[in-house]
């Protein structure tokens, strides 16, 4: 609706690497290519014919035709923080079932980084087809994925990105620097409305370093720094309900009388502030002392918008996984999979709350929540 999929094409090239294992063999893979092409329905079997040179690790790794038919996947969630993780995980599960044709391993990491890159190598050593990581934070991704790479196992990412090795596939997940520039372009649009000449703003961060937490931070202080907004304070609750809560608490005792705008980066977090703003006597929501903005848009989330708590709620949609398998496929059946596959988002408000605005220069639309919306949510 107001932001168009955006798809960046591989080069050629990486069709000849995907077939030859993963994208970082490329040099024995362009060699092997024409070999690798005749081949194209079981890409791993063409892997071992056109590169003998390979390592051994790479021949381990069993053929999914094999396996009685079964693909075998690898994931690794980030962890249980959210309604938002909790529909993501559903939603891969439904996707990456037995009946589906799949032999899914899953893990749930827990919000702790270095168990995140014990289950991937754990997913190397049990030699699946696929490894799908939603990775937990941007950085300090390089080694393990050039094991994957070594081991000849295709890695796609889900969700958030990872900023610092291109040594996976594809991404499918949502542009959080344009959730961040939206929620903040509304702001504006909003407050001019309503007359609201000061914005004194309180940012409840998410995990930080996750790529969500930086794109919506991000997004939001580029446009306060352009309008000239005061940003009291910002500080991580983690993603979850208690860390909000947490973070409230104390911005409510240090920042008493000075905030009329608190951003949650997502839904769980606005829910725990908004318990600690209810118990320091603090009004929020449309016509009350500070204006909520939340990421996320989860069913509880909008329920929240409808009962004129949340004031506006900048979705992030959870539900990738079909997409992923679309990834997945192509590169089972030989094909060039697109190495970015962003998943479209919607705004919501109440329809006292909508106004135009833009972002970069795109006019957005927001919808209106109803009952119907909200039945029809994640
Ligand atoms: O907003 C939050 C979750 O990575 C986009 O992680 C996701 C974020 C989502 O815990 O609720």
Known sequence: MK???????????????????????????????????????????AAEEAAPAEEAAAEEAPAAADEGGLIKVGFAQVGHESDWRTASTKSCQDVFSEANGYDLSFVDCDNDEAAQKE?????????????????????????????????????????????????????????????GKAAAEWLKAYADA????????????????????????????????????????????????????????????SYEGKFNVVVCENDNEAFGAMTAMDNAGVSYGPGNDVILISYDACTAGLEDVKAGKITADFECNPLAAPTVEGVLQTLQSGGTPEKEILVPDNWYALADQIVDFSVDGNPQSMIEVTDEVIEAQY
């Open 194 to 253: 309503q007359g609201i000449k000061e914005i004194n703003a309180l940012i409840i961060q998410g995990t930080i370093g996750s790529s969500a937490q930086i794109g919506r931070t991000d997004g939001f202080n580029e446009i306060a720094k352009r309008e000239g907004w005061t940003v009291l304070d910002q500080q991580t609750g983690d993603f979850t309900e208690a860390g909000g809560q947490e973070v409230m608490e104390s911005f409510c005792k």
């Open 3 to 45: 932001k168009k999929l955006i798809s960046v094409l591989l080069a050629g090239c990486m069709t000849a690497a995907l077939l030859a294992g993963c994208g970082g063999a490329a040099p024995a893979a362009e060699a092997a290519a024409p070999a690798a092409e005749e081949a194209t329905e079981e890409a791993a079997p």
């Open 119 to 179: 289950a991937v190598r754990s997913f190397i050593e049990q030699g699946v087809d696929y490894i799908i990581i939603d990775p937990i934070i941007a950085t300090g991704w390089d080694t393990v994925l050039t094991e994957c790479d070594d081991a000849g196992i295709p890695v796609i990412v889900i969700d958030r990105t990872i900023d610092d090795s291109d040594k996976y596939v594809s991404w499918v997940g949502s542009d959080f620097l344009t959730e």
